[in-house]
DNA sequence: TGCACATATGAGCACTCGTGCATATGAAAG
DNA sequence: CTTTCATATGCACGAGTGCTCATATGTGCA
């Protein structure tokens, strides 16, 4: 049984080479959570919100100003953003004041701007 | 005039914050692309490839196998992490056999994971 | 208790995206 | 040149997503 490959004649050419990538693949849950991390990431008003909260702590409301979003939007994306325990928040009288949960954040946050910022320089194509 | 916050009676709490959050949040432009860079890691079938990448060199017919999807998805998932360098690619006579572009891929790669293996760990909820 | 305000949630909509099928391109072999 | 095979691309479809509007929840004040 050849399960992917519809077009391709082989199913793998260095079998040993696929069964060693196989294995250092993280289970279907792993992978989920580190792409839900990354995908959380991966969205300009997300981002926005992340890097504006690397640099401050803010309200929801500060943070819609902040996006030009509405208020219910960010704190659609806030509640993503806080299942994911990308941010922290606790409440100052009626507001919600939040944070970056930890640094750990701000650093992926940084490491993802240098990538971008060195293709932004130097893009060869 | 109050741009965002349709429901919200006030535009910002703390507007000088406000302000020092806009000054550090990037351009559109930049902003998008470090967008994309964490859209594209945010694909269980692209985290796949790139973490076999991390591994191992593979061709297309290989990552087919290890990711479970058709040749084709493979190849349009391999175009999106060409455009962004995260992969790169040379010629083996028919063959084209992928590897991450720079190490910087594989540190954001392992820095994600540890942020998802953290929650897997003491997730409080 | 009743009002005002900040935040959270639900529904609906427009849009994007991942995928497979069919097919085109490209590269070696006969 | 023709054939064969690996990879790339165009198209279409189903699923997921980010947004806003309307509304619910909750918190503090008179």
Redesign the interface.
Known sequence: MR??????Q??????A??D???????D?A???????????????TR??IL?????????V??L?????????GVSHQLRVLRD??LVAFERMGK?AVYRLADE??G??LS??????????GG?GR
């Open positions: 399960p992917a490959s519809a077009h391709c082989i199913d793998s050419v260095d079998s080479a696929v060693r990538a196989v294995g250092v693949v993280p279907e792993r992978l989920k959570a580190i792409a839900d991390i990354f995908s959380a990431l991966g969205d300009p981002l926005r890097i504006a909260l690397s640099c401050e702590r803010l309200c409301c500060d819609a100003a902040v996006t030009g979003v509405s208020q219910s994911l325990d507001r750990h954040v650093i992926l490491q993802g701007a240098d990538h971008a910022e060195e293709r932004f893009d």
